[in-house]
C-alpha cells in the first residue's frame, strides 16, 4: 500500500527500529527469559506450543488481567528441574512473598511450583478436573460406538449373505444407533441447561440406550454443582468425598483415572475453595500467544518472537 516491502520492513524493524539488538535476554530468550518486577502475590503457570510442537512453560501474574506486566517467566520445555533452576535465578525474598499459584494437573507443575514459590498456596484447576471427567463420559460413548459399529457390520454382511438390502434401525429423531453415539458427543460434554431442542431430543433417547452413560453423565454433572456452589473448604471436602463414592460405585474401567487423579491432587484441588482461583487467566493467555503466533504463520525466529511477546505483555 505504500511501496515499502513486508520482508524489508521485517528486517528493518528487528535490527534498527526496534531495541531487540540492545535486549539484554537476548542471548538466553531461547531458553528462557525472566521478568522479576511482575512477581506477584497470585500467579498462574501452563505450558503452551510455539513451533513444531516445542513446549515452553509461562507464568503469569493474575493481577495484570492478561495486559502490561502479565509475564513472569518464560521456559523451554517442561522438565522440572530445568525449570526449577531457570526460576531460581528470581529474587527469592520475591518469589516467598507467592501466596498462591494455580496449576494443572501434572505433577511436574506441582513439584515446580512446590519448589519455587514455597509459601504459596498450590491450587490445581477445576476445569481441568472437570475435563478429565468428560473425557472418561467421552471414551464411555466412543466405546459404545465401536460396539455398534461393529454390529452394523455383522448385519450389513448378514443381510449381504442372504441376498437382502441391509436398512438400518433409526430412532424417533431420525438417527441410527451409531449416529446417534456420533452425534452426541457435544450433547455428554456440556451442562444441560445449554442443549438446544434436538440435543435434548438426542440425549433422551441416547440415555434411555444407554443408562450407563446416564448414570456417568448426572454424576459429572454433580462434580460441576460442587464447584458452582459457594461454601467452605471443609463443605466442599465432604461433598467431594460423596462425590468420589459415587465415582467408585460406577465400576467402569473408563473412571480409573479420574478416580486415581483426585487421590493424587485432592488437597490442591480443595484449596480452589478457599478463593475460588482458576487457571483461567493461564489459558487465555496461551490463546493470545497462540493468535499472535497465528499472525505469522508459525514462528522461525523464537528469540525475537519472544522479544516481541514480552515487549507487549512484560
Not at 502479565?70 to 520475591?94: C, F, N, Q
Amino acid at each position: 500500500m505504500y511501496g515499502v516491502d513486508g520482508d524489508s520492513l521485517s528486517r528493518w524493524y528487528k535490527h534498527f527500529i526496534s531495541d531487540y539488538e540492545a535486549w539484554e535476554q537476548r542471548y538466553h530468550a531461547s531458553d528462557y527469559v525472566l521478568f522479576k518486577e511482575n512477581l506477584g502475590e497470585k500467579l498462574s503457570m501452563d505450558e503452551t506450543s510455539l513451533s513444531q510442537g516445542e513446549l515452553y512453560t509461562i507464568i503469569t501474574n493474575k493481577s495484570a488481567h492478561g495486559g502490561k506486566g502479565s509475564l513472569v517467566a518464560m521456559m523451554h520445555g517442561t522438565k522440572s528441574e530445568d525449570i526449577i533452576y531457570y526460576l531460581s535465578k528470581l529474587p527469592r525474598h520475591k518469589r516467598l512473598k507467592v501466596k498462591e499459584i494455580t496449576i494443572d494437573l501434572s505433577p511436574s507443575m506441582r513439584l515446580i511450583a512446590k519448589r519455587a514459590f514455597p509459601n504459596a498456596t498450590i491450587v490445581s484447576d477445576r476445569f481441568h478436573v472437570q475435563k478429565l471427567m468428560n473425557e472418561a463420559i467421552s471414551d464411555l460413548r466412543i466405546d459404545y460406538r465401536w460396539q455398534a459399529i461393529d454390529h452394523e457390520n455383522t448385519e450389513i454382511a448378514f443381510a449381504k449373505d442372504l441376498g437382502r438390502k441391509f436398512i438400518p434401525h433409526t430412532f424417533e429423531n431420525g438417527d441410527t444407533r451409531r449416529q446417534l453415539l456420533a452425534r452426541s458427543r457435544h450433547i455428554v460434554m456440556k451442562h444441560f441447561s445449554k442443549w438446544t431442542d434436538s440435543q435434548r431430543r438426542r440425549a433422551e433417547i441416547l440415555f434411555r440406550e444407554y443408562p450407563a452413560i446416564e448414570e456417568a453423565y448426572k454424576v459429572s454433572m454433580k462434580l460441576t454443582e460442587i464447584f458452582n456452589t459457594k461454601c467452605c473448604k471443609e463443605v466442599a471436602l465432604t461433598k467431594l468425598a460423596r462425590w468420589y463414592d459415587e465415582v467408585e460405585k460406577l465400576n467402569c474401567k473408563f473412571f480409573n483415572s479420574v478416580i486415581q487423579t483426585m487421590q493424587n491432587n485432592y488437597g490442591t484441588i480443595a484449596n480452589y475453595f478457599e478463593n475460588r482461583s482458576t487457571n483461567a487467566s493461564a489459558e487465555s493467555f496461551n490463546a493470545k500467544v497462540k493468535a499472535f503466533r497465528n499472525q505469522f504463520r508459525g514462528v522461525s525466529d523464537i528469540p525475537f518472537f519472544i522479544y516481541r511477546l514480552a515487549t507487549l505483555f512484560a
